[in-house]
């Protein structure tokens, strides 16, 4: 694997944050098919803001952390090379696809010309569309890995950490919340 400017591997996390997220109870069904996943109180409706009456700031939801992602200069930055890679290998085989079929369909002497033995023209162009395909195929795994994957997992764990660490926060609060009416 060849590495990246200015990283030292042991800053770079390679594990995935959200592959033990179904075990964890995120995302399984609850038997009735309605989805498990914990849903955070909904701060905006509770009476005369009782967040800011003590002393706590509103923070951020999951949807407000994934948008600001989305926004960010690391977020643009991967989908650009995405798009730099994906447009033009698209179009490329695209045009090679349609002029496969357009020299078959026009060209049908051209497409029958021998060469070698009983081999003619369509056939070693057809299988050049299935060897296009695997070039493709390996070229973009390539280009994901060398120039997408590990910003695109750095992003991935500064969500996982902050929407992690708002739901801990969440019940928290609501602990102490429960608690205080429990005092009372």
Do not use: C
Request: positive net charge; proline residues 5%; charged residues 25%.
């Amino acid at each position: 694997m060849e590495k990246q400017d200015g990283r030292a591997a042991a800053e770079l996390r390679t594990d995935d944050p959200w592959y033990d997220a179904p075990a964890s109870g995120w995302g399984e069904l609850d038997g009735t098919g309605t989805p498990t996943t914990p849903v955070a109180p909904n701060t905006a409706a509770s009476p005369a803001g009782a967040g800011a009456a003590d002393g706590h700031a509103a923070r951020p939801g999951a949807a407000e952390i994934y948008l600001e992602v989305q926004r960010s200069a690391a977020f643009q930055e991967v989908r650009r090379r995405y798009r730099r890679f994906v447009g033009p290998a698209t179009l490329a085989f695209l045009l090679w696809y349609l002029a496969y079929v357009v020299a078959a369909t026009t060209a049908p002497g051209l497409m029958a010309r021998p060469v070698v033995g009983a081999v003619n023209v369509a056939m070693v162009a057809g299988l050049g569309q299935f060897l296009s395909t695997f070039l493709l195929t390996w070229a973009y795994a390539r280009h994901a890995r060398l120039h997408r994957d590990r910003d695109a997992l750095d992003l991935r764990w500064s969500v996982f950490d902050r929407t992690r660490s708002e739901g801990h926060r969440t019940r928290a609060e609501e602990h102490r919340a429960t608690a205080g009416e429990r005092r009372r």
